[in-house]
């Protein structure tokens, strides 16, 4: 089965980091975008940042800005997502997924999300 799998999330009070990893599995990543979702309970998933498949390209949503760093390294099969002074309201489950990157992100519908790793930012 071909699918991503996300880890690095944990519980950490307001002005706390976590770096996020994406590990693909099945395939390599050095040639696509990729990009980092969350969906927060009883909201709609949401992009929060990606990179293109040279790193040249990347895109952060606004409140991400400033904060979150996003970074692929293709030798280790991996896109990572740096968070710093991260807020309760950036407590989400985090998902990756292949996606369209540029001014915008679009997730491709051809790969399974993975379990997601759970974000929880309170004091």
């Known amino acids: 089965q071909v699918h991503f799998v996300e880890s690095g999330g944990g519980s950490v009070q307001p002005g706390g980091s976590l770096r996020l990893s994406c590990a693909a599995s099945g395939f390599t990543l050095d040639y696509t975008a990729i990009g980092w979702f969350r969906q927060a309970p009883g909201k709609e998933r949401e992009g929060v940042s990606c990179?293109?498949?040279?790193?040249?390209?990347?895109y952060y949503k606004d409140s991400a800005k400033g904060r979150f760093t996003i970074s692929r390294n293709n030798a280790k099969n991996t896109v990572y997502l740096q968070m710093n002074s991260l807020k309760p309201e950036d407590t989400a489950v985090y998902y990756c997924a292949r996606v369209m990157c540029g001014a915008s992100m679009v997730r491709l519908i051809v790969d399974s999300w993975g379990q997601g790793t759970q974000v929880t930012v309170s004091s």
């Open positions: 990179i293109g498949s040279s790193g040249g390209i990347t």
